[in-house]
């Protein structure tokens, strides 16, 4: 496996950006739902550098899987970020809003996200190779 320092910093900056976006395009809707993040305040800075963070975490795995299964073709970096994308998110989303109660319409905001975020690494790492 080889991994791409300059693909991961731009992949989790790309992922980061469109959360930002996403989240303040959704909050509204969010808010009607009771999510803390859609309450209009902005987020303390260590939250922000905490999101940072996690945008580069999953840039690298991600990169990092894309690597080891030699995906070099869009077809097959949309092919794993949607494995992912069910295998993980939705999995952990659904078991949420069965067992915790969490609203489906905040779970189906928030599997949105994650969709583009993995289609973004994914994509993106595929291109770069």
């Keep these: 496996m080889t991994l791409?320092?300059?693909?991961?910093?731009?992949?989790?900056?790309a992922v980061f950006v469109f959360a930002a976006i996403y989240y303040t395009?959704?909050?509204?809707?969010?808010?009607?739902?009771?999510?803390?993040?859609?309450q209009g305040r902005r987020p303390p800075?260590?939250?922000m550098v905490l999101?940072?963070?996690?945008a580069l975490v999953v840039a690298?795995?991600?990169?990092?899987?894309?690597?080891?299964?030699?995906?070099?073709?869009?077809?097959?970096?949309?092919?794993?970020?949607?494995?992912?994308w069910v295998g993980f998110p939705v999995v952990l989303l659904v078991g949420s809003v069965t067992q915790e109660n969490v609203a489906w319409?905040?779970?189906a905001i928030h599997a949105g996200d994650w969709l583009v975020k993995l289609l973004i690494v994914a994509v993106l790492a595929a291109l770069w190779r």
């Excluded at 791409?4 to 900056?13: H, K, Q, S, T």
């Excluded at 999101?51 to 996690?54: G, N």
């Design 4 to 13: 791409n320092y300059l693909e991961i910093l731009v992949a989790g900056i």
């Design 25 to 38: 395009v959704m909050a509204p809707r969010g808010a009607k739902l009771g999510a803390a993040w859609a």
């Design 45 to 47: 800075p260590a939250r």
């Design 51 to 54: 999101e940072i963070v996690k």
């Design 60 to 84: 690298a795995v991600v990169a990092g899987l894309v690597s080891c299964v030699g995906i070099t073709h869009v077809t097959g970096a949309v092919e794993l970020a949607l494995a992912l």
């Design 105 to 107: 319409q905040l779970a």
